[in-house]
């Protein structure tokens, strides 16, 4: 069984249901969640909106391969009510991240395996850090705590 940490969340519609919907769906579809941090609310980050977004780190256990995984999370974000737009950064109401599967490195035209600047976003730090604040990041070679402390975002995070 293959270890994929998940960034789940958006800041459109109802966003706790939402993210509900999205753990269902990827029990259903992609593998078990065997953890998960509490829900965060956090500034809009890379573009301005006035709408904060929800989000929640979760870590599943799957049989899939990591290009399975991500047809898979794209497939319950458009189901959720995604829509892509041309610019990298926007509102939505459900994004799905990987962040980490197993130790593995990946680097494809369409999948950047651990996430590349996962680190950078505070966002995304603090809710690893909540549930695992020793694991190795397995390109920088530092534990996500290591990493939060140095992490120069000091964009709003609030836990919930």
């Known amino acids: 069984m293959n270890q994929v940490y998940l960034l789940i969340g958006g800041n459109l519609g109802d966003r706790y249901k939402l993210i509900g919907s999205a753990k269902l769906s990827i029990t259903k579809k992609i593998g078990k969640v065997v953890k998960e941090s509490s ?31 991500l047809q898979r999370c794209q497939e319950i974000e ?3 009510g995604r829509i892509r737009k041309s610019e990298q950064y926007s509102s939505r109401t459900m994004d799905v991240d990987i962040l980490f599967y197993n130790d593995d490195l990946i680097n494809l035209s369409e999948l950047i395996i651990p996430h590349e600047r996962l680190h950078e976003r505070r966002f995304t730090m603090e809710p690893l850090v909540e549930i695992s604040p020793e694991y ?3 390109k920088l070679n530092k534990t996500l705590s290591e990493l939060l402390a140095e992490c120069k975002d000091v964009s709003e995070v609030r836990k919930l």
């Open 136 to 138: 190795a990041h397995p």
């Open 39 to 69: 829900i965060y609310e956090t500034a809009p980050w890379g573009f301005k909106s006035e709408q904060y977004f929800l989000n929640q780190v979760i870590v599943i256990t799957t049989e899939y391969s990591p290009g399975e995984v």
């Open 78 to 80: 458009n189901e959720l």
